[in-house]
């Protein structure tokens, strides 16, 4: 392993130990104005000779023609650090400088940006390097500038090589039209006839770590870089210059670097971005990443120039081919047509990133997202909705590593099934209603030539059903007022009816709630103002609803506490109210419950996740899971599934009852049958919504 000694200088300084003359002084930026501090485009001179290695303070230019209103206002002072280090093929330098903002504005995020410079005084080979020159004396090949590479700052432990976190301030940019990168070009060159930045720098913190440099404050930055050594002394490369620029960011960014793709750079890179509240984690997709060591929340930087123009680079830190999926959900939510958001990953090296996607324009309306829930804008008649989704990482928009992918998705206002006390309804595909168990009010006798139905609800003793025009019909028994629709109520996209109580629910499209029938709890009270609902659920003696936002709303009977929504619940995407207790599903798969639990109705199994829908009887509940297969806990009658069961696309519970559309639309009933309930007439299929 050589030894190597490097001074690094700004601009015109050099050390005796050469004769290698400097290049010629950069050209210097216009006058800042107050709103745009001159931060200055400056040379970072790396210079070895072949028995040591020390750093020489940097001096700022002062030429007699430069007046004071002319010289940039953040000023480097002298080096406090410096190390080089030998390892797999490649020296690691790097250098530690003070920085004191003499600026009249504080600074965020001051980074030392890579700079190409155009025209006659171009860097070399398109990259940031200039000055290159050999041990051998002569000026060294300028394919090997596009090899010197940005990094974290390294050190040498043994015979493995480990980041100095205390030091470690690599950053990459989004490299986009219009995105990160050019803001920061704005305060350099904003016609970019002069520099162009490349998306990589290294940025400044105080001693306790902040990113913001006070007026007249100090804070710290360290440049570091891997050389390639070559195969003689006379080859590798002996001194060169960085051209950067300081800019300030409004983005605060953390860098997974190349150097620290295990369990340990993980956690640093982790511990780096929490003492930042609000920092974005950037992992570079290097060849060395696996599922396991991806920084917790971090986006996927597949692609960092670091020699040529945005649209043909011809030097990258990273280049990986990666492959985007779109995974839309695998099943419509009953509940009000909301379901939530698909998943969009980028794949490379066998690693997957959660990313940003886009919902294109729905066939026949437009949709709209809230929270953790995807919503359809309904249009009348009530009817099945599709359109396409997709996703892209912004921080690779600009790189052929990540491909626009897509993936078509569906919602449906459809609402196949419904559980009463002792009866059972199925929307039938042709938009009849098919209705079997318990008519001692008529609640299965279904009225001549009701057509264009999209959903269906059964209460204890009444039946419920939505039209495609928004309008809803109701049959069976009346003692509460439960099938006394409101006059003229329409615009209706959902409904819900309490399957062991005496009152109906509906949601309308502009969010609110209405509500008629049996109210001796305050069940069909719905508190003032509520709106943004985009689903709702009727229980014994209270009523349930979720809104756009993840929250839930509850209002009734609270004996025992199935009102009492859990603090801080948020990114909830459905609700089921039972007699005494109310279920909620969580955007992760999860389901919580609360309020009574005779029957452990309350208990959710230890470990349920992969949930897609979920429905509450009097003492049970269940849960649909996104393979198809149906879990049941509580009262042992009608959560015990049979055994086998798997296929479903749809679950409601009645009182002591529970009954499941298969995916070819076949219907299956289990639990209690005193009324035939569970016996379903043969050749009844149900819609898959």
Not at 141 to 169: E, F, H
Not at 171 to 185: I, N, P, R, S, Y
Not at 576 to 594: E, I, M, P, R
Request: charged share 10%; glycine share 10%.
């Amino acid at each position: 392993m050589r030894s190597l000694c490097a001074a690094l200088l700004l601009t015109a300084l050099l050390t005796a130990c050469s004769s290698t003359p400097p290049s010629p002084d950069l050209p210097l930026a216009t006058t800042p104005t107050q709103a745009a501090p001159k931060l200055g485009v400056i040379e970072i001179e790396f210079r070895a000779t072949s028995s040591q290695f020390q750093a020489t303070a940097p001096r700022l230019l002062t030429p007699q023609a430069l007046t004071d209103t002319d010289r940039p206002c953040v000023v480097l002072g002298s080096s406090l650090l410096q190390s080089t280090v030998d390892f797999g093929g490649k020296r690691y330098m790097q250098a530690t400088f003070p920085v004191t903002n003499n600026c009249t504005t504080s600074l965020q995020n001051l980074t030392y940006v890579a700079v190409r410079r155009l025209g006659s005084n171009a860097t070399l080979g398109d990259s940031a390097i200039t000055a290159m020159n050999t041990f051998g004396g002569t000026a060294a090949a300028v394919s090997l500038a596009t090899q010197i590479l940005p990094t974290q700052p390294m050190y040498g432990s043994r015979t493995t090589l480990k980041v100095d976190q205390t030091t470690a301030g690599l950053q990459v940019f989004d490299d986009a039209a219009g995105g990160e990168l050019d803001a920061l070009q704005a305060q350099v060159d904003a016609s970019g006839t002069t520099y162009d930045l490349l998306p990589y720098g290294f940025v400044t913190t105080t001693t306790s770590g902040s990113r913001v440099i006070p007026v007249g404050g100090t804070g710290e930055v360290t440049f570091a870089l891997s050389v390639p050594i070559q195969a003689t002394a006379n080859e590798d490369v002996f001194s060169f210059r960085l051209l950067v620029s300081a800019a300030s960011n409004i983005v605060t960014s953390v860098t997974q670097g190349l150097e620290e793709q295990d369990a340990a750079g993980k956690a640093a890179v982790e511990l780096r971005a929490a003492a930042l509240p609000g920092a974005e984690v950037r992992t570079l997709l290097g060849p060395a990443l696996t599922p396991a060591t991806i920084a917790t929340g971090s986006r996927p930087v597949c692609r960092v120039r670091t020699a040529g123009p945005r649209s043909a680079p011809t030097g990258t830190l990273v280049n990986t081919q990666s492959t985007l999926t779109v995974i839309a959900p695998t099943l419509p939510s009953i509940l009000g047509g909301t379901q939530s958001q698909p998943s969009v990953t980028l794949a490379a090296n066998g690693s997957q990133f959660s990313i940003p996607y886009a919902l294109q324009t729905l066939t026949p309306a437009t949709l709209t997202v809230t929270n953790n829930l995807v919503h359809p804008v309904a249009s009348f008649p009530l009817q099945r909705q599709t359109a396409t989704v997709q996703g892209q990482s912004t921080l690779a928009a600009s790189s052929s590593c990540a491909q626009t992918a897509s993936v078509s998705m569906r919602t449906s206002p459809f609402i196949p099934l419904g559980g009463g006390e002792t009866h059972t309804l199925a929307l039938k595909s042709d938009g009849t209603v098919a209705a079997w168990g318990g008519n001692a009010s008529g609640q299965t006798t279904v009225p001549a030539g009701l057509s264009s139905v999209v959903g269906v609800a059964a209460g204890a003793q009444h039946s419920v059903a939505l039209k495609s025009d928004g309008t809803v019909a109701a049959w069976g028994s009346n003692s509460n007022g439960q099938t006394a629709v409101p006059a003229g109520l329409n615009g209706v996209i959902a409904l819900a009816a309490g399957h062991i109580s005496y009152h109906t629910v509906a949601l309308k499209l502009d969010g609110t709630v209405v509500a008629w029938g049996s109210n001796g709890s305050g069940q069909t009270t719905v508190p003032a103002g509520l709106s943004g609902v985009v689903a709702v659920s009727a229980g014994w003696l209270h009523t349930v609803a979720l809104k756009s936002d993840g929250t839930v709303a509850a209002w009734g009977n609270n004996n025992d506490r199935q009102l009492n929504v859990p603090a801080g619940m948020s990114g909830v995407m459905a609700v089921a109210a039972g007699a005494y207790h109310t279920l909620a599903l969580k955007s992760d798969g999860t389901v919580t419950a609360w309020g009574g639990n005779q029957f452990f109705e309350s208990t959710v199994p230890a470990g349920l996740s992969g949930v897609v829908a979920i429905s509450a009887g009097r003492y049970h509940s269940v849960a649909l899971k996104s393979d198809g297969t149906v879990v049941g806990w509580g009262y042992s009658v009608p959560s015990t599934v049979p055994a086998g069961l798997s296929g479903v696309v749809a679950i409601a519970a009645g009182m002591y009852h529970n009954v499941a559309l298969k995916s070819d639309g076949s219907v299956v009933a289990w639990g209690q049958n005193t009324d035939g309930q569970t016996a379903v007439p043969t050749g009844v299929r149900a819609i898959v919504p």
